[in-house]
């Protein structure tokens, strides 16, 4: 795998195209390479857009993770923060692009599943190949109205105990994948017991910066797992969780926005200071 260059990383904009519904009309939307043509029905002229992509209706989940995931995750892996921003109105595939279809079909898996099972086989080749320990943990959270909620903290009290993250069930102090003492009551709140009911609807976390200008969720819940089937299982059961409500294109429209982030903390065996710990975020 290669080390990706900062200075060569820039935002990248890609356009998919969602197939029309059945009988709702000609389709006003055609694509060529990187452009995109949108029709105006009005003067029946097209205007035309130009992006880094632009994907039509006949392109596979497989190929937009290719495109898009596989990149940000080399990136994160590297010791780099990535991000992929999914924005569009409702209706328009935005959750099914990023998570794919509830049935689970393994085609129809979405950019966070890809590259969650990316990332834990990369991890696996790196710890035996290169006596790296990696330590990774993820946040999942939802903003509603104005509220922040944490759905990773939620999604624990409503997995089964076996299906709960090690971490979850017996480390009530444990520590975050840099080695570094909690700050606040974030990894507390990671234990995710059901001794005491948490209610994400009824909390609204506070989004605080710091004196080095960096943006952070206080109290956020950094979950640590040791599998990719721990990881979809802390999203299945958030996604369960998630305000949605029907509108005329989607009978559950999620009404929300979510983030869901993973940390990757490389270490070289042996290795005692923080200094040589590498940490890499990717926010979904």
């Not at 890609?14 to 000609?26: A, D, L, Y």
């Not at 994160?76 to 689970?104: I, P, W």
């Not at 099972?117 to 320990?133: G, K």
């Not at 709140?189 to 710091?210: I, K, M």
Request: net charge negative; proline share 5%; with cysteine.
């Amino acid at each position: 795998m290669e080390r990706p260059e900062s200075t060569k990383s820039r935002l990248k904009i890609f356009v998919r195209i969602r197939p029309n519904p059945e009988g709702s009309g000609e389709e006003i939307a055609t694509t060529e390479n990187n452009a995109l043509f949108l029709k105006d029905v009005s003067s029946n002229r097209a205007n035309e857009f130009y992006f880094d992509r632009v994907m039509d209706k006949h392109v596979q989940q497989k190929e937009v993770y290719e495109d898009v995931g596989a990149p940000l995750v080399n990136h994160v892996l590297g010791g780099y923060n990535a991000c992929c921003f999914a924005y569009g109105q409702t209706g328009s595939g935005k959750t099914y692009t990023m998570f794919g279809e509830e049935t689970g079909a393994w085609e129809k898996r979405g950019v966070i599943p890809l590259a969650v099972e990316s990332l834990f086989a990369e991890v696996q080749r790196m710890e035996m190949e290169h006596s790296v320990i990696v330590k990774m943990s993820v946040s999942f959270m939802e903003i509603y109205l104005d509220h922040v909620r944490d759905l990773g903290r939620a999604s624990l009290a409503n997995l089964p105990p076996e299906a709960r993250p090690q971490s979850a069930r017996d480390t009530p102090k444990s520590r975050p994948p840099s080695g570094r003492p909690p700050s606040g009551r974030s990894t507390n709140s990671a234990t995710g017991t059901t001794e005491e009911p948490y209610d994400h609807t009824a909390q609204s976390l506070e989004v605080q910066e710091d004196a080095d200008g960096n943006v952070k969720v206080k109290d956020l819940t950094q979950i640590m797992v040791t599998s990719a089937a721990q990881v979809m299982d802390i999203v299945k059961a958030g996604l369960n969780l998630r305000q949605t409500h029907a509108t005329q294109l989607n009978d559950v429209s999620s009404r929300s926005h979510t983030v869901f982030t993973l940390t990757i903390a490389q270490q070289r065996s042996g290795a005692r200071l923080d200094s040589d710990t590498v940490v890499g975020r990717l926010n979904l």
